[in-house]
């Protein structure tokens, strides 16, 4: 017995010794591609020596004696800092991320490659102005100079994932540029989603019902829905069944419905500055992750310093401050996309029905190569209206009838786009009235720019808007016949046409993704706004003081008051406060008493540390539910977010809305009192059993934790604790201080989509100027840069913005000076 107690001890201690050989093994490679940044090396595609000082923050300021060497350090800075993220967005953008992953990312490669997007970026590559295409060769040389050196000191393949992912990295060229900005279009848009999901109810509940459910953003400019099966004289029942969305993938670049590109921004004039200067204030509101979408940096441009937010494989900054110019970007909801249904000739599918009559589709074979697995090659068809998708991208196959097919026009979709220029005109302007001209040649993704000078403010929304005719029969808010004359594009409208607000009389101008303005279709701008709530709130902030401070910016920023949760409230509570007998403990009506009382004394403040966001969040969402799951059945699984306009609809019985409250399939006429109670108690249940304890003690934090998740590591067990970061936030989906929740899975309540960037600029001081990331600079996971910036963003902390090159220099982690190769 002693014998075989022995040898166990040794089998133990030797699988233990293996085990930590192993995983010293693997740390020593995996650290092999940690950065040096205090180094001194030669660098080919430089005219003269570049430093790059990476400040406490490890925020790299980059100087050089060209503009075209600033451009090479900072290729060099991204590639060094966010190599695995650059090759990502790449192949995404190429629709090649089967060659890695196999055929999980099929459907993500097939759509890729119907819309055209890598061969698009190519073609627009040869129609860059001379300077953008300096820019664009510059910053690939910096990158590739990064891979060269990887390559010759074999520095463990310059990431940690390409140990596990080992296909070969290709030379960064122009090209690739322009393709991830054409992707960031690709993942803020939401027009189709959002003319599928209107289709689709139409045919569950008819059009009179969808004013309800999908209201237009509130104002005059409502106009009446027609009854979509009849556009293509076909009963409802002749498209396919309504089945449940697919969940949505990590990977892919499709945003699900409510989840496109958000924003906060806004500015003051001197007259309303308490120092003088002009403010401005700007959060972008992308998907979480890890590392952020954001790298921050600091470019030594010939017409001046430039700091801010980039995107790892573009060499403009898209959000940040000059010395005496700032901007910042929100998403515009500029309607830039429409479906529409073809008609194939039943004697010949490659054709397609034209207003001159049937038309050959253009065809191109196009072969997707797939790990593991024999290729597949896609047969990609285009239309007079853009290209042909397949049923299964964006559940077109629902709103499809029998004999046609369906094509998607957008703005984003043409090789004539110098939207890249548009940017480094941006970084190089001085101000508003240069930053206004920068703009002309912007094509996609639109984007509301809010800019300032010394005295100046000013927004302007950047991006083609599509030229349609006044008689479309949906206006472009659902698919329509491709092969009807005035519901085809005539072209794109003149820049000018595009909304604009330049020095406003109050002094302040700002968007946080609401209705930018009224005008009668097709100049409408848009039909779907990301925003009718927040824009409440700011509302509010702004006139409740007569200047403002960088403090006060700071404040509305970081603001978890949800203006939705005060409107509502009364509103579905109406008949349940404080009215029923006193019930003993333990019993569901007490525990509803008990839940009313917090509400009842709570302010709307979406505070981590309280308990009243999380039953608020949970009886809004399981009320939406029981409204609409009898009349949609399984499509109500699309609606993942609560739309309040819709429950104060209903609730007011605006139009009749109230006949939401009765469930079709019983025999009695609920009422909305009922259907309220009954979702609180549903609620409460929910509470009990995913999260448990006295509701008094509930945290919203808890279960409103931001997922900075990192996309494929995230998902291997063991690993996943190391890459993803996950921090309890304050906030909520209708909060300027914006965490929008998931809506899906075991906890819906998890924070995916916010303000991955926080930057605020006082020009009355511009180095007091601040800014701040969700995670940090490194993606690489060992680095202690990996997510230190994440802390300080999860409490609302900032860090310094500053041109100065002394304060960069001072306490830098490391300086990198490249030096020409003879």
């Avoid at 595609?45 to 451009?71: C, L, Y």
């Avoid at 076909?234 to 990977?251: H, Q, V, Y």
């Avoid at 579905?572 to 019993?587: I, K, Y």
Wanted: overall charge negative; some cysteine; aromatic content about 8%.
């Amino acid at each position: 017995m002693a014998a075989l107690f022995r040898w166990t001890v040794r089998v133990v201690a030797a699988v233990l010794i293996l085990a930590g050989v192993a995983l010293a093994f693997v740390y020593y490679l995996a650290a092999r591609s940690l950065p040096e940044y205090d180094a001194t090396r030669p660098a080919r595609g430089i005219s003269a020596p570049v430093e790059i000082v990476r400040n406490h923050a490890n925020v790299p300021h980059i100087f050089g004696e060209t503009d075209d060497d600033v451009f090479f350090g900072l290729g060099y800075a991204h590639a060094q800092d966010r190599l695995w993220q650059m090759i990502m967005l790449r192949r995404t953008a190429q629709g090649r991320l089967s060659e890695v992953f196999g055929e999980r990312t099929l459907r993500i490669d097939d759509l890729m490659r119907r819309l055209d997007i890598y061969p698009l970026a190519q073609q627009a590559a040869t129609m860059q102005t001379p300077e953008t295409t300096a820019m664009l060769r510059a910053y690939a040389r910096g990158v590739n100079a990064w891979l060269d050196r990887v390559n010759d000191e074999a520095l463990g393949r310059g990431a940690p994932e390409l140990f596990m992912f080992s296909n070969d990295v290709s030379p960064w060229v122009a090209a690739d540029s322009i393709a991830v900005m054409k992707l960031m279009g690709v993942q803020m848009a939401s027009h189709v989603q959002a003319e599928v999901l209107r289709a689709r109810v139409t045919l569950a509940v008819g059009a009179d019902r969808l004013v309800d459910i999908l209201p237009d953003a509130p104002g005059s400019g409502v106009a009446a829905m027609p009854d979509y099966a009849s556009l293509f004289d076909a009963a409802p029942n002749r498209f396919a069944a309504l089945s449940p969305l697919p969940a949505p993938d990590p990977l892919s670049p499709v945003a699900p419905y409510g989840l496109g590109g958000a924003s906060n921004a806004w500015a003051a004039a001197p007259a309303r500055s308490a120092a003088g200067g002009t403010l401005l204030a700007n959060d972008p509101h992308l998907g979480f992750s890890a590392p952020s979408v954001w790298y921050l940096a600091r470019l030594e441009l010939q017409t001046g310093g430039v700091i801010g937010g980039t995107i790892p494989g573009m060499p403009v900054m898209l959000a940040g401050r000059g010395a005496g110019f700032g901007w910042g970007l929100t998403s515009s909801y500029l309607d830039d996309q429409d479906v529409f249904i073809e008609k194939l000739n039943p004697d010949d599918p490659g054709e397609v029905l034209t207003p001159e009559g049937f038309k050959p589709m253009e065809s191109r074979a196009s072969i997707i190569r797939v790990k593991d697995q024999p290729p597949v090659t896609i047969n990609m068809q285009w239309t007079e209206n853009g290209p042909v998708l397949p049923g299964q991208h964006y559940a077109l196959s629902t709103i499809t009838p029998p004999g046609h097919v369906t094509s998607l026009g957008w703005t984003l979709l043409t090789a004539r786009d110098r939207s890249m220029g548009a940017g480094l005109a941006l970084m190089r302007a001085r101000s508003v009235e240069e930053g206004l001209a920068a703009g002309a040649d912007f094509v996609a993704p639109s984007q509301n720019v809010t800019m300032v000078d010394a005295e100046r403010i000013a927004m302007k929304t950047f991006g083609r808007m599509p030229r349609r005719d006044a008689d479309h029969a949906t206006e472009g808010r659902m698919p329509s016949p491709g092969w009807e004359t005035q519901n085809r594009w005539r072209g794109t409208e003149a820049y000018a046409a595009n909304p604009e607000f330049v020095a406003p009389s109050g002094g302040i101008v700002g968007n946080t993704n609401n209705k930018l303005l009224e005008r009668p279709f097709p100049l409408h701008v848009s039909r779907d706004w990301g925003d009718t709530q927040r824009v409440q709130r700011w509302q509010r902030l702004m006139q409740a003081r007569e200047v403002h401070t960088r403090e006060s910016f700071i404040e509305a920023q970081l603001d978890p008051v949800s203006v939705t949760a005060r409107n509502l409230l009364p509103l579905v509570g109406a008949d349940l406060w404080f009215t029923g007998e006193p019930a003993p403990e333990g019993t569901p009506e007490r525990l509803r008493q008990r839940a009313l009382d917090l509400l009842a004394d709570w302010n709307g403040e979406m505070n981590e540390h309280l308990p009243e966001p999380l039953i608020y969040m949970a009886w809004m969402r399981a009320l939406q539910d029981r409204l609409i799951r009898d009349e949609l059945g399984p499509l109500a699984n699309a609606f993942s977010h609560v739309n309040p306009v819709f429950i104060e609809r209903v609730f007011r019985d605006v139009d009749g809305a109230s006949r939401w409250c009765d469930v079709v399939q019983s025999a009695p006429v609920e009422t909305c009192t009922e259907i309220s109670r009954q979702a609180l108690d549903e609620a409460l249940i929910w509470i009990g059993e995913a999260v448990g304890g006295e509701i008094e003690a509930l945290r919203w934090g808890d279960l409103h934790q931001a997922t900075h998740d990192h996309a494929v590591l995230g998902e291997v067990p063991v690993l996943r604790w190391f890459v993803n970061i996950r921090q309890s936030t304050s906030g909520g989906d209708n909060t300027l201080n914006r965490g929008l929740t998931s809506g899906r899975g075991a906890n819906p309540f998890l924070n995916i989509h916010g303000p991955g960037y926080r930057g605020v600029y006082d020009f009355a001081d511009p180095d007091s100027s601040l800014f701040i990331t969700s995670t940090g600079q490194s993606g690489h996971f060992l680095s202690r840069h990996y997510d230190d910036l994440g802390a300080l963003w999860r409490r609302g902390e900032y860090v310094p913005m500053s041109l100065d090159p002394a304060l960069a220099r001072a306490a830098a982690v490391g300086v990198t000076r490249l030096l020409p190769m003879e």
